[in-house]
């Protein structure tokens, strides 16, 4: 995997430029997105796996100046530049951002919302965090997860058949334990949330998309997106297709699609919140 997408910590995709980039194309769909998430005015909430704060600061947007925002990750990079982030934010005194594990934080005051968005994929034992997690939320209260599905990646124009012998490939390398991360997490979180104490499993899905002409952030989150399939696919023996796939996406390259007027990119992000269990 590319250093350009590790932090410090080396945690996959914690690399505070990608995080950036990833956030500031889609800034306003993410508000939008929290908008119509379970979380009301008032609420605490802990924010599992914070990065650099963007998603726990729309957070505190949305409970105001009566509720309160925690952030935990374990990246000391990431940590400092949420505070510096924070400090900017007009709900600032209701945010705290910590460097720690969840199992390193103290449980007194319950919350009314966990949320672990684009996070609970990178865990090498998600059953074990979300039962962690129980002991932190209130009877009867929310979490809330965001994650993506690789296969929810739409390019055009590009060879389809290409693409779904690479897709295939991957997912089945991954189930044959071959590749450690499953670019496929999202599809999984309901029966992880139904198996786990959780009741009530409610789904959203909220796609978005990039057509021509694309301007230089939208470029560069198309490209590195598209990079990952290339990457792994090489990773995985299939070395031709993955240089056919990668020239689709180079500038230099006379069959880059980029500057198609055909282009469109689009993905989907999955949203799955529950209930934790109400005292008997």
């Known amino acids: 995997m590319s250093e350009h997408y590790t932090s410090k910590s080396g945690k996959l995709f914690s690399d505070k430029k990608w995080l950036e980039n990833h956030h500031a194309i889609k800034s306003r769909l993410r508000s939008e997105l929290v908008h119509k998430l379970p979380i009301f005015d008032g609420d605490k909430v802990l924010d599992i796996g914070c990065g650099t704060g963007d998603w726990s600061l729309l957070v505190a947007d949305k409970v105001g100046h009566k509720g309160k925002v925690i952030g935990i990750d374990i990246d000391e990079e990431s940590i400092e530049l949420a505070n510096r982030k924070k400090n900017n934010h007009y709900h600032r005194s209701q945010v705290i951002f910590l460097v720690k594990k969840l199992s390193e934080l103290e449980v007194v005051n319950k919350f009314d919302v966990i949320v672990i968005f684009n996070c609970l994929s990178y865990i090498s034992d998600p059953s074990s965090l979300l039962i962690e997690s129980l002991k932190h ?68 899905v909220q ?74």
Not at 137 to 150: A, V, Y
Not at 155 to 175: E, G, Q
Not at 255 to 276: D, G, H
């Open 207 to 280: 796609s978005f998309s990039f057509t021509h002409p694309l301007d230089a952030p939208q470029k560069k989150y198309i490209k590195e997106n598209a990079a990952l399939i290339s990457k792994y696919s090489y990773k995985l023996g299939l070395i031709e297709e993955s240089i056919e796939w990668a020239e689709q996406f180079n500038e230099e390259s006379c069959s880059c699609i980029l500057e198609s007027e055909r282009f469109l990119y689009s993905m989907s992000e999955f949203v799955f919140y529950a209930l934790a269990p109400s005292k008997s």
């Open 137 to 204: 939320i209130k009877p009867g209260g929310r979490i809330i997860i965001k994650d993506s599905d690789l296969a929810s990646d739409f390019f055009w124009p590009v060879d389809r058949c290409l693409y779904n012998k690479i897709m295939s490939k991957i997912d089945c390398s991954y189930k044959a334990g071959e590749l450690s991360y499953n670019h496929f997490f999202a599809r999984e979180i309901p029966f992880l949330l139904k198996t786990n104490g959780f009741l009530k499993v409610n789904s959203m």
